[in-house]
């Protein structure tokens, strides 16, 4: 039996359909325009069509976008102050440093400088410590997308075996803490994990955050587990080159009970989740309730 695909571009385009209807109606109603600021430091081409995508769909959302572009060799206190400039901006309800950023610059210090009201990545140390104490936090894009597309197969995660393969900090770690809070029975793994392939059959949800071109085989996959790609790999066959996952798709699909494609899967709905998070931080930022996304 195949597994049932879940088609994350056709749930996040859902999604940032209700988030347009918000937007409509706080700019009827309050004459509110979120606007969502991304800073992109040089020009890695994978950064340039992600910055692209989520310009697109930030605009088609009826949010405003501001682009803000420096040299690969802009210097850390300018990357700064430019951050502080938008900390500022009454018109800026989040903001974006797109990763990664050139080497000579301290990616951890210009987060931690990012306002944590208007943190939409959800990476400052104050956002990342509200979602690991329980506390309202503005939640890292990827790892909330994850959540969302696991619980369109299962409404409830309470009491599932949930195994996540990576302990980053932008995806790994903050999917614990959200999978802890719908409470799943969390496991997770790393390079130092011992027989990796029986950890991850325990799981009836798997989430694969690695960054390694299909390590996920079939031998991972307790039959019927729903299975989260998070990996986004660029490789090389016969001349082509293609974009795969962490999860060898076409065999994990014939043991897995629900799968997500790779692309089609985790990446739109990340950019869906990041327009969320953009309009609740503009709705929290001036006062207003949550919007209804
Ligand atoms: P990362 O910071 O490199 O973390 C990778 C994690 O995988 C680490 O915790 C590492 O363990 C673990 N790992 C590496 N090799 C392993 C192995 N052989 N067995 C078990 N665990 C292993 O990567 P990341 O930033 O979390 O990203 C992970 C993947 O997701 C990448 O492909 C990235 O491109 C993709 N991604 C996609 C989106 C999206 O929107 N779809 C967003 C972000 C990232 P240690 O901690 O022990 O080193």
Redesign the pocket.
């Known amino acids: 039996m195949s597994a049932k695909i879940i088609d994350g571009k056709t749930i996040a385009a859902e999604l940032r359909a209700r988030v347009g209807n918000e937007v409509r109606r706080l700019g009827e109603e309050r004459g509110l325009v979120p606007g969502l600021a991304v800073v992109l430091v040089g020009n890695n081409p994978a950064s340039e069509v ?1 910055v692209g995508a989520k310009k697109k769909m930030t605009l088609d959302s009826g949010m405003r976008s501001l682009d803000h572009r420096l040299p690969q060799t802009a210097t850390e206190p300018e990357l700064m102050a430019l951050v502080e400039r938008l900390n500022g901006d009454r018109a800026v309800h989040g903001i974006l440093v797109q990763l990664p950023l050139p080497g000579h610059i301290d990616a951890g210090k210009v987060l931690g400088t990012i306002d944590p009201n208007k943190d939409v990545d959800g990476f400052h140390p104050m956002n990342a410590g509200r979602l690991a104490t329980g506390l309202p936090a503005l939640v890292p ?2 790892p909330y ?1 994850c959540v969302l597309l696991a619980k369109t197969i299962h409404p409830s995660l309470a009491g599932l075996e949930a195994v996540v ?8 770690k903050p999917l614990i803490q959200l999978l802890l809070k719908d409470n799943a029975t969390v496991t997770v ?5 011992r027989n ?1 392939p029986a950890v991850c059959r325990r799981a009836d949800l798997l989430f ?5 071109p299909e ?1 996920v085989t079939a031998a991972f996959i307790k039959p019927g587990a729903t299975v989260i790609d ?4 660029r490789v090389e066959a016969d001349g082509k080159r293609r974009i795969v ?2 999860v060898a798709y076409a065999e994990a699909s014939m043991v897995a009970g629900a799968i997500t494609p ?1 692309p089609g ?3 739109p ?3 869906a989740c990041l327009l969320v998070n953009t309009l609740r931080a503009a709705c929290a930022i001036e006062g207003l309730p949550p919007p209804a996304v």
């Open positions: 992600y894009c990827t997308a393969i990576g302990r980053s900090n932008i995806v790994g793994t790393h390079s130092q994990t990796l694969a955050a690695i960054g390694r390590l998070v990996g986004i790999n996952g962490d790779v899967g985790v990446g709905m990340t950019i």
